[in-house]
């Protein structure tokens, strides 16, 4: 270089210039994989989805993109023909799409990316770590949804004091749903229907306004839905309910209850009148 530094430069422009220009001109890379904080940066473009291909979604959860206003798209993957089909049926304009896969751990996240990208797709990027990797979503703690509790379960949570929420308001707005709901039957239904409404909103406010009570009431569920069999105070209560939701049995022992007593007549007596 020292010298003949116009040789070196000379040289060096040689080599340079055509890795630049190439670099430039390359064709840009369809698939590969990325970190989940740079997958969840990336959803912020109008083309880029997330595609979630576990299994166990119900059970375990699935991220939370409503921050994007995106939600996460969900296909199975399985080795069967038709998982190609069943990705582009899920997007409008696969082919300005880009993706970024999201599996269990890294699993097949990676083949998936390959496949989608050979097949329609702009791109298709697997997500390293998955959701439970050592890198993976939940270790960057990204945001994320667990999985949805049936009625039951959330009962047994409240309960069992693992829910923070309070199991009054729930109750009593339940029932005032019910209440609500109503206005949909016709007319005499609708009456029919508030009447329980209110009888159940009486129990709830009994059974749950003083602590003792609360206390004896949420026993006494408890056994209900270890046992499917219910208390006797609990079944009184809902005997009550049924009263006014079948007024034609309340009305049976209302009549019933002012029946006259009619006394027996005997032979004696019969004798002694006509005496």
Not at 139 to 150: F, I, Q, T, V
Not at 228 to 253: Q, S
Request: glycine letters at 8%.
């Amino acid at each position: 270089m020292t010298a003949n530094p116009v040789a070196f430069l000379a040289g060096l422009a040689a080599v340079g210039v055509p890795l630049i220009v190439f670099t430039a001109l390359a064709t840009p890379q369809t698939f590969g994989s990325v970190s989940a904080v740079d997958a969840f940066s990336s959803l912020e473009k109008p083309n880029a989805e997330l595609l979630d291909i576990r299994d166990d979604v119900k059970l375990e959860g699935s991220p939370n993109l409503k921050s994007l206003k995106k939600k996460a798209v969900q296909v199975v993957y399985g080795e069967s023909d038709d998982f190609v089909e069943k990705v582009l049926a899920k997007f409008k304009n696969p082919e300005a799409t880009t993706l970024y896969i999201l599996d269990r751990v890294d699993g097949n996240s990676l083949a998936v990316a390959k496949l989608l990208a050979n097949n329609g797709f702009e791109g298709a990027f697997a997500i390293k770590g998955g959701v439970e990797g050592p890198n993976g979503w939940k270790k960057n703690e990204l945001p994320w949804s667990p999985p949805r509790k049936g009625i039951f379960d959330g009962l047994k949570d409240i309960l069992n004091g693992t829910d923070s929420s309070s199991i009054v308001p729930t109750t009593i707005g339940a029932a005032a749903a019910a209440g609500i709901g109503a206005a949909f039957f016709t007319e005499a239904e609708s009456l029919l229907q508030l009447l329980g409404s209110v009888a159940i909103i009486q129990i709830v406010a009994k059974k749950f306004l003083f602590a003792k009570d609360r206390e004896k009431t949420i026993k006494d569920l408890s056994i209900f839905l270890d046992t499917k069999v219910a208390p006797k105070d609990l079944t009184d209560d809902l005997k009550e309910v049924g009263k006014v939701l079948l007024p034609n049995g309340g009305a049976a022992e209302a009549v019933s209850e002012k029946k006259p007593k009619v006394e027996s007549v005997t032979k004696e007596t019969v004798v002694g009148k006509v005496a």
